[in-house]
Structures are given as C-alpha cells and as structure tokens.
C-alpha cells in the first residue's frame, strides 16, 4: 500500500479482517454523500456503504450498535 491510497474496506472493530490499525493511526477520512462523518465504524467504496454508530447504544459485549448507510463513499488519509 502507497502513502496516497486508502483501502477499498476498513474497520475501527479490532476483532474485524478489515482492521488496520498503522493506518488509523494516521488519520482516515470519510466523506459520504458529500458530508464529512466522524462516526464511521466501517466503510467499503466498491460496494458504496457505510456503518455509522447510533448514538451511545451498546449491544450485551459493550460493542456500539451499528446502522448500515448505502451512497456514494470517498475515503482519505488526513496527513
């Protein structure tokens, strides 16, 4: 992986095979539908989805519950 290109899939879930932690070290943006959101806990471009957080609700092993967004998804690292 270059410096400039963002994975097609990635997940803040350590348990996830998407997650990357060196790269979310550094900073990973994500605009969907052309407004920048912070609550992404996972993303895929190829497939245009996004899973964002619902509020501060947990599901029984303290994971945050998730809602699947379907758009259009661009991804950047920030440094």
């Not at 990635?10 to 550094?26: D, Q």
């Not at 990973?28 to 509020?55: D, L, M, Q």
């Not at 379907?70 to 920030?78: D, N, R, T």
Request: hydrophobic content about 35%.
């Amino acid at each position: 992986m270059t410096d400039t290109t963002v994975p097609d899939r990635l997940s803040v879930n350590p348990t996830s095979p998407y997650f990357n932690e060196a790269l979310l070290e550094r900073g990973v943006g994500i605009r969907f539908k052309g407004v920048e959101k912070t609550n992404v806990e996972e993303y895929c471009i190829s497939e245009g989805w996004v899973r964002v957080a619902v509020g501060k609700t947990v599901d029984r092993n303290g994971n945050p519950l998730t809602m699947k967004l379907q758009g259009p998804v661009e991804a950047w690292i920030k440094d």
